[in-house]
């Protein structure tokens, strides 16, 4: 398993795993207008950002990308795995990968943890700092808790 670099021309293939995962994890654990919101923030054009500033990564397997992953600063962010690709430690690879990078830098990780994330991220040694909370379409709430290391 390699964990490099993206690359601009990847941008949509990112966004379509990203998109897909979301629909398919999280309208598990939160209400519709939640899904909305994760689906609407990692958009086409933030990923795009993001690649442009050099933080994004990613994972091939078989010519496709199954994995990516954000690293900003020591902000660990918009790790995905394709729900096909999903318990066979790629997202930990990642986490192993980019916790490496930042600890050999001094610092400590931070991250915003989902509902369905939150329990993996404990048992990975992150301590709640925070909760938060913000207001998504019809009224639902989302609900995440920011993470360290």
Do not use: W
Not at 64 to 84: K, W
Not at 124 to 129: A, E, L, N
């Amino acid at each position: 398993m390699e964990l490099k670099k993206s690359e601009i021309k990847n941008v949509n293939e990112i966004y379509f795993l990203v998109q897909k995962t979301i629909r398919t994890v999280y309208s598990k654990y939160y209400a519709p207008g939640v899904v909305d919101f994760f689906c609407n923030h990692h958009s086409l054009e933030r990923i795009a950002e993001d690649i442009e500033k050099g933080i994004v990564y990613i994972i091939h397997e078989d010519g496709e990308i199954v994995a990516t992953g954000t690293l900003d600063g020591n902000h660990i962010t918009r790790v995905f795995v394709n729900p096909e690709h999903q318990k066979k430690g790629i997202g930990t690879f990642i986490f192993d990968s980019f916790e490496k990078m930042i600890f050999d830098n001094g610092e400590h990780v931070e991250l915003d943890a989902s509902l369905a994330a939150s329990l993996m991220y404990e048992k990975r040694g992150y301590k709640t700092i925070r909760h938060e909370t913000i207001e998504c379409e019809n009224g639902d709430i989302l609900v995440y808790e920011v993470m360290e290391k």
